[in-house]
């Protein structure tokens, strides 16, 4: 028994050596090898250079400074002479840093496993560092290094569309190995959306170093992959008159192509983007967040709002998708609507009504009940589902982070959200665009090319991207060749003839326009009320909001323009002289032929379709 046990031990014993002479002899030469390698090489990564945003003549929307960030060198002790002569030597030579922060960042880094410099400027312009240069790259423990920092010509102007970018988290550091090496990544607008092309491919230096880290050759070098630009469809120019059109007013204004190309797309106030490159101030972004404007919000993707009257082109066409034949019948409007034995009146906005009303009239004089008897007789189930085909209540699929969807609701809709049943009064609000329908901008100005050319197009923002074009996408949609164009007679009735609601603004330009207004409440009238107070007798905030949405030639669809003044009352008075000034820009600056046709030419022509 005791030989067994002596035995084992022997076995055991040696079994323990030859496991450790592997893991000294072979397993642990892999690291030490690796170790020894580090020790006489260095890799060093390479930033690339951000690409740049251009408009559509070559405008730079968001381009580079060229200048020099400062690190210190680790390990110097806290409260050292060397430290302090380090740090009074930058303030001597730039009189604006601040010691105090400069400080608290290298403590903050100053550690014993951090070999590497510690950078307390990020960047200093580069003709205020040339004179200094000289100088400072002569004190020890002071590193200088090129750097780039994001600026923004065009400030608040494009500030949605290009958006803006920020110091990166950890989160965003650890996904991504080119935003970990610089620092900074696209936070909004096209700097998020196309973060990884704009922000090209890390390069690396190999070099051979000698025991005190000094580089003595170079044994590898890749190049970083950069400026990979994107190039826009937007027209600055275009961008920058509709913002100062807008004066006191806030709102949304979009100019778009029939193929989808969008020329400005303009949310009314707007921010500099410039403050957040470096880190926004506390101050500064409480002010931002505390604007009861909003200037923040991009509000063409991310506003939504009951699209009002502007909803009635696509109700008629989803009307007639579900009961193919009901815009054959006139409705008869005497004003208002009840439903069964209630007394509840569901009014049209003329308190007189309209009398017999077919589509064209429908449209041109904005009938409500025309569309509520329409509606009663189709329901909210296919109401919906045929808007959304139409592109409202969905995401456009438009190249800009974070769309919203807004709401077309249905039955099942609000079962889900409030858990309550629909009611058919409901369904008779939701026809004139009130009631839960919410829509973004940019949902009712794609939809609006769809009504012009029966083709859905995605919007799109960018128009090359790293020289690669962006291909429109274009859905067919197949309507009533009569009713869209009943539809299309209508909408140049409401901007060309004296009972449109749009005439005052858009019938003296030197293109035709066709197109339709709305207005949105955003407060509920009483049953009670006998006579409406007029727009501008209500409070700021309990004022409808005003829209217009309209193409043009209209024998020729070409451009959409979209505008939602905020508050604004009436469309046709509020909006419409919006629209009409982007009309004449664009015609006066090439965009549109030279000679249009007559409008007595026009007034019944067939829209051609594309």
Not at 30 to 36: G, N, R, S, T, V
Not at 138 to 164: D, F, N, Q, S
Not at 273 to 281: A, D, K, M, R
Not at 331 to 342: A, K
């Amino acid at each position: 028994m005791k030989y067994r046990i002596v035995i084992a031990i022997f076995f055991i014993f040696w079994g323990v050596m030859v496991g450790r002479l592997y893991h000294v002899s072979i397993k642990s030469n892999f690291y030490y090898e690796k170790l020894a390698k580090e020790n006489i090489e260095r890799k060093q990564f390479l930033k690339p250079v951000r690409g740049e945003i251009t408009d559509s003549h070559g405008k730079l929307l968001a381009m580079n400074q060229i200048g020099f960030s400062l690190s210190i060198a680790p390990h110097l002790k806290e409260n050292s002479v060397q430290l302090d002569t380090i740090i009074d030597t930058l303030i001597d030579t730039f009189p604006d840093l601040n010691k105090t922060v400069m400080l608290k960042v290298y403590k903050k880094d100053n550690s014993a496993y951090n070999h590497q410099p510690i950078k307390v400027v990020d960047f200093i312009h580069y003709s205020d560092m040339m004179g200094a240069y000289p100088a400072l790259s002569l004190v020890e423990g002071i590193k200088i290094e090129a750097e780039t920092k994001r600026y923004y010509p065009y400030g608040k102007y494009a500030a949605h569309i290009v958006g803006y970018t920020g110091k990166s988290n950890q989160k965003e550091n650890e996904s991504d190995s080119v935003v970990d090496e610089v620092g900074k990544i696209g936070k909004g607008g096209l700097e998020n959306q196309y973060n990884a092309v704009l922000e090209g491919e890390l390069g690396y230096e190999v070099t051979k170093v000698t025991a005190t880290n000094k580089a003595i050759d170079i044994l590898e070098n890749r190049p970083p992959k950069d400026n990979k630009n994107v190039a826009l469809n937007i027209d600055i120019d275009l961008q920058q008159m509709i913002y100062e059109r807008f004066g006191e007013a806030t709102g949304v204004a979009i100019v778009m192509k029939t193929n989808g190309e969008v020329l400005a797309a303009v949310s009314y106030p707007s921010y500099d983007p410039n403050v957040f490159v470096g880190g926004i101030s506390a101050k500064d972004w409480k002010t931002l967040q505390e604007d009861l404007n909003h200037p923040f919000t991009n509000k063409f993707i991310h506003g939504t709002y009951p699209p009002g009257s502007t909803i009635k082109m696509g109700m008629a066409l989803a009307y007639d998708k579900a009961i193919p034949g009901i815009l054959g019948a006139a409705e008869h409007c005497s004003g208002h609507i009840t439903l069964g034995s209630s007394k509840h009146k569901f009014r049209c906005w003329s308190r007189y009504g309209h009398g017999s009303t077919g589509l064209r009239k429908a449209i041109r004089e904005s009938c409500d009940v025309y569309f509520y008897n329409k509606s009663l007789k189709v329901g909210i189930d296919d109401m919906a589902k045929n808007l959304r085909a139409f592109g409202l209540g969905v995401k456009t699929g438009v190249d800009l982070p974070l769309e919203h969807a807004g709401v077309m609701p249905d039955k099942e809709w609000k079962r889900k959200r409030f858990k309550q049943p629909w009611y058919l009064g409901e369904t008779v609000i939701s026809a004139i665009g009130q009631g839960y329908d919410l829509v973004t901008p940019l949902q009712l100005a794609r939809y609006t090319g769809l009504i012009a050319s029966s083709y859905l197009a995605t919007p799109h923002i960018a128009k090359e991207v790293d020289l690669k074009k962006v291909k429109p996408e274009l859905k067919p949609i197949q309507f009533d060749a009569f009713n869209v164009n009943e539809i299309r007679k209508g909408m140049y009735d409401v901007c060309n003839t004296p009972r449109g609601t749009a005439f005052a603004a858009m019938s003296k330009l030197p293109i035709i326009v066709a197109g339709k207004t709305g207005t949105s409440q955003v407060t509920a009238i009483s049953q009670s009320t006998q006579k409406r107070l007029k727009e501008e007798q209500l409070a700021y905030f309990h004022r409808s909001h005003a829209w217009i949405t309209s193409y043009a030639p209209y024998d020729n669809p070409q451009y959409i323009v979209t505008v939602l003044v905020e508050h604004g009352g009436h469309g046709g008075s509020a909006s419409g002289p919006i629209a009409a000034d982007i009309y004449k820009w664009l015609y006066e600056n090439g965009y549109f032929a030279p000679k249009p046709e007559t409008k007595q030419q026009s007034s019944g022509a067939t829209v051609n379709k594309k």
